[in-house]
């Protein structure tokens, strides 16, 4: 992968194409060693989900390794190891996706079981049990049994009233319990068609080819119907919202969000860099000034994740055994008001803007990383060529851009605070 004066990542050799249907494809030929990696984004997440329905996208990822046409249930991993291939899968707010790693002579076999299970999933009531099961097992552990698991599922359901991002993606437990056979044959025929799929593939391959064999693969597929606009309006916040949840554990923990902006809009980079100079590593200020000076956490952190719609710039804090919240929360808040008001140092910036550039060098090094890259991208930014392009983001993002974006976007009156006061669970 080359670069130009290590800012921008070149993908001049990215070959774009769109079969008759509506799948798209992007294709880096990488031949330094016979290997592959393979993703297929669905335009489908939380996002398109509604009452009732609500953690189908994700008991769907679940579903569609329960067999199909040609393979029978659990033969997609077995077959695809037997050829020294791996997989994976994920769901998120705003897209359901599926990789595997692989060598490059298993190409063939991917792309059978890949477009077999996108032409005819199997959706039996049987599966449909058994993965309702496992993802209701899912939620306890990583939810109901989680102090952060309830806390962040409370914060989300403060920061949106209205906007699907409310619900968590994993689903409420009695949505879980309700979803049907004919929501998950309704979902499929919509969601999981190739007018709204893409695949990213990076490695061993000769585009010409490959293009040839998806066409062969997938090209009779039926592209699907239109998929249907989601629903996201929200109105304006007027005030600090605040909730309380009981739950056992050693020591109270916080959890607080701000509305934030749309993966497209520019401040996304320069709170990404915010994020940087406020918790990540040792020497972040958030770290340095509540774990190493006061004493007053044991951890302390900010989650910025980058959605289509606009998401949440979140603090997390573990208090020390013993700290009184009243204190601790006082202290986030003098070091927020301070980088909004004064900024942040030229060495604070240039320690983010390093640990940002590793970041994004690091996943564009890998051709899983890049073929993921490609994916979210286009999924959330509206463009493949996207890509990799926070090296030049990052490197103009200014201090004055910092401190202005801390001041427009953590606004006191549009905060959102839950606490966990330890105790027993209702």
């Known amino acids: 992968m080359r670069t130009a004066a290590l800012t921008v990542i070149d993908l001049a050799p990215v070959v774009a194409h769109v079969l008759g249907n509506g799948l798209r494809v992007r294709v880096l030929p990488d031949r330094l060693v016979p290997a592959v990696s393979c993703y297929t984004f669905f335009g489908v997440g939380s996002r398109n989900e509604r009452p009732g329905i609500t953690g189908i996208s994700h008991l769907f990822e679940h579903m569609m390794f329960n067999g199909s046409e040609r393979f029978g249930p659990k033969e997609f991993d077995r077959v695809l190891e037997a050829h020294g291939g791996a997989s994976n899968a994920y769901t998120s707010n705003d897209v ?22 996108m032409r005819a999933l199997r959706i039996t009531p049987e599966g449909l049990e058994q993965e309702r099961g496992v993802v209701m097992e899912e939620r306890r552990l990583r939810t109901e049994n989680s102090h952060f698991g309830l806390l962040e599922e409370e914060l989300e359901s403060l920061v949106f009233r209205a906007h699907p991002y409310r619900w968590p993606v994993i689903g409420w437990m009695d949505d879980i319990a309700r979803i049907g056979r004919d929501d998950c044959l309704a979902f499929f025929r919509t969601y999981y068609a190739p007018g709204n799929a893409s695949i990213y593939v990076c490695g061993d391959v000769d585009p010409d080819d490959l293009l040839r064999r998806i066409e062969a693969a997938y090209g009779t597929i039926p592209a699907g119907p239109p998929v249907p606009p989601h629903v996201g309006g929200e109105p304006p916040q007027r005030g600090e919202r605040r909730a309380v949840v009981r739950h056992p554990a050693n020591a109270p923990a916080m959890l607080a969000g701000f509305r934030g902006p749309a993966a497209r809009d520019p401040d996304t980079a320069v709170l990404d860099v915010l994020q940087a100079c406020l918790s990540m590593g040792e020497g972040s200020r958030l770290r340095r000034r509540l774990v190493q000076e006061t004493e007053l956490a044991v951890s302390v952190g900010v989650g910025w994740n980058w959605r289509a ?52 060098l690091h996943e564009m090094s890998t051709r899983n990383g890049i073929a993921h890259a490609l994916g979210q991208a286009e999924a959330l930014l509206g463009d493949w060529r996207e890509a990799g392009q926070g090296l030049v983001r990052y490197r103009a993002v200014t201090r004055e851009d910092v401190r202005r974006a801390a001041r427009r976007w953590l606004d006191p009156t549009h905060r959102n605070v839950v606490w966990l006061e330890p105790g027993a669970a209702p």
Do not use: Q
């Not at 359901?96 to 299970?117: G, Q, W």
């Open 96 to 117: 359901t996706a599926y990789h595997e790693d692989f060598p490059t002579e298993a190409l063939e076999v991917v792309l059978e079981l890949e477009s077999d299970r």
């Open 309 to 360: 719609d606009p998401g949440v710039f979140m603090f997390s804090m573990e208090l020390a055994p013993g700290a009184s919240p009243r204190k601790a929360e006082a202290a986030l808040w003098t070091e927020i008001d301070r980088v909004a008001s004064r900024g942040v140092t030229e060495r604070e910036m240039a320690r983010a803007r390093a640990l940002l550039r590793s970041g994004v």
